[in-house]
């Protein structure tokens, strides 16, 4: 949340927290320094970033993790990428916080989501992007019924009505510390998280409330 309020050009945005009902000091730290700070009774990230846009007033919706940083020019770069009008989404490039043995696969990571925004088949990371408002909603926001891959879902939705983009103005930098005992394997599952995607459209979702 620091590094929002330290962004470059941020005198039109506004810092919306939604906290998934966590019992430590987010919410009263959240307080000192966003704007709006709302709880979710849902613990899906896509139930959360959608309560966060419904709040929202402005044209431009903008998501980050709560263990994600943004570089001083993050904002700097949506906005000057949204001047474009055919652009209706934009995403950046993201690296560790923490010091890690194998920085390159953060790197590759990046390299292929360059690849794959040049060649209209996009699949972000939700942890930092941006939409256009307006095309946010016209395809309804984020999948709530998905458990894992709704920032894939989205990025192939979202092409559909508006052009994708990779500004590397968007740098971020998230935490790896869920993931620093298996750096490659994460790297891995990554990858073959995009690979069923593409050729199967597999998805995990979740249990219908008369399943449960």
């Known amino acids: 949340m620091v590094s929002l309020r330290k962004q470059e050009g941020n005198a039109n945005s506004e810092i919306i927290v939604v906290d998934g009902g966590s019992s430590d000091k987010t919410i009263s730290i959240a307080r000192k320094y966003a704007d709006k700070v709302v709880t979710s009774p849902e613990k899906s990230p896509s139930a959360q970033r959608n309560l966060g846009a419904k709040l929202a007033l402005g044209k431009v919706l903008a998501f980050i993790d709560a263990d994600t940083v943004a570089s001083e020019s ?5 906005v000057e990428t949204f001047r474009n009008q055919d652009i ?8 560790p916080l923490e010091e ?13 989501q360059k690849v794959l925004v040049r060649v209209n088949y996009p699949l972000f990371w939700g942890a930092s992007c941006a939409f ?22 989205i990025s192939l939705r979202i092409r559909r009505i508006g052009e994708v983009a990779f500004d590397d103005r ?22 073959t ?8 459209r597999k998805l995990r979702t979740r249990p ?4 449960m």
């Open 132 to 153: 256009r408002t307006e095309a946010f909603w016209k395809i309804e926001g984020f999948d709530e019924k998905l458990l894992t891959s709704e920032d894939h879902d």
């Open 74 to 78: 993050w904002l700097q770069g949506i």
């Open 100 to 112: 890690i043995k194998r920085p390159y696969l953060y790197s590759l990571t990046n390299a292929l």
């Open 170 to 191: 968007m740098r971020a930098f998230t935490s790896h510390r869920k993931f620093l005992d298996r750096e490659e394997k994460a790297f891995f599952s990554y990858v």
């Open 193 to 200: 998280d995009i690979l069923k995607y593409f050729f199967f």
């Open 88 to 95: 209706a989404c934009v995403t950046g490039p993201l690296f």
């Open 208 to 211: 219908r409330a008369d399943t």
